[in-house]
């Protein structure tokens, strides 16, 4: 997906009557990797507030931008949606040259060859991680859900980025994987799981095996900060195309909902 593509769905959007959906640009727009920022505020009161990023990681923009690019298109249309959330997206654009997006993952990171989602730290700092940062500063949200996707895995995979929390989290987490309805999406097989430097505590469900392995990840740093859900949503890269799209949006969409009704936020009822 071109740049120029994706701003040109997002103005569409921000243009139909009524939508109330706004975009701010976080880096200059003509940056070789802007970052555009998307709110879509909610009609509703006291709407669970949603953080959705996506495009980190190059050979993961074909999965993560059209799943975000579908939860807004979802949520401009329906109603209860907009009642009940207040959205706000972070989307990377032209994350890495095609050709680097070719290469072993150990080897493509993101600007100047380092990795966007291990910046959130002390002496780990980028420019774009900065501005994110401050545009989230001082603003409060109840859930977060980091896009990315992995070529290894062989279903998709919910990552806690509270792994102190994780057993507390496990009743929302084990509702949302609920929503793909075939076992063989959730997780590898049981007997020898592939989950790529991740450890299955429970079924779909993933801890970082090792504390210093999330340093600097974006939904530890929101974790540290109070977001109480902040998840890393991995999608699986073996899977058909169309499918890591829509499986990836039922699974976003679940998360939300089971966050809103199961998640402690006196928020279940509207």
Do not use: F
């Given at each position: 997906?071109?740049?120029?593509?994706?701003?040109?769905?997002?103005?569409?959007?921000?243009?139909?009557?009524?939508?109330?959906?706004?975009?701010?640009?976080?880096?200059?727009?003509?940056?070789?990797?802007?970052?555009?920022?998307?709110?879509?505020?909610?009609?509703?009161?006291?709407p669970v507030r949603a953080l959705i990023n996506a495009g980190t990681h190059a050979e993961e923009v074909q999965q993560s931008i059209p799943q975000a690019l579908g939860l807004l298109r979802f949520a401009l249309r329906d109603k209860a949606f907009r009642r009940r959330y207040a959205t706000t997206v972070l989307i990377k654009l032209n994350p890495d040259d095609p050709e680097l997006a070719k290469?072993?993952?150990?080897i493509r990171r993101l600007t100047r060859y380092r990795d966007l989602n291990r910046s959130y730290a002390a002496g780990r700092w980028m420019v774009e991680s900065r501005l994110i940062a401050r545009s989230l500063r001082g603003q409060k949200f109840d859930v977060a859900v980091d896009l990315h996707a992995d070529s290894d895995l062989d279903g998709f995979l919910l990552v806690d980025g509270r792994?102190?929390?994780?057993?507390?989290?496990?009743?929302?987490?084990?509702?949302?994987?609920?929503?793909?309805?075939?076992?063989?999406?959730?997780?590898?097989?049981?007997?020898?799981?592939?989950v790529t430097g991740?450890?299955?505590s429970r079924l779909g469900a993933g801890i970082t095996p090792f504390a210093e392995h999330a340093v600097g990840c974006f939904d530890t740093y929101l974790a540290d900060r109070g977001v109480p859900y902040s998840f890393t949503m991995e999608t699986p890269q073996k899977l058909d195309p169309r499918l890591q799209v829509r499986g990836g949006l039922r699974l976003l969409r679940s998360i939300l909902d089971n966050v809103r009704v199961h998640g402690g936020l006196g928020r279940g009822q509207r």
């Open positions: 997906m071109s740049p120029h593509a994706i701003v040109a769905q997002l103005e569409q959007m921000a243009k139909q009557p009524g939508s109330g959906l706004s975009l701010r640009w976080l880096t200059p727009k003509n940056w070789s990797y802007p970052v555009v920022r998307v709110d879509l505020p909610s009609t509703g009161a006291r290469k072993p993952w150990y792994s102190d929390a994780a057993k507390a989290n496990w009743p929302v987490i084990g509702r949302a994987l609920s929503a793909l309805p075939n076992v063989a999406l959730l997780d590898a097989p049981r007997k020898k799981p592939i991740y450890a299955l």
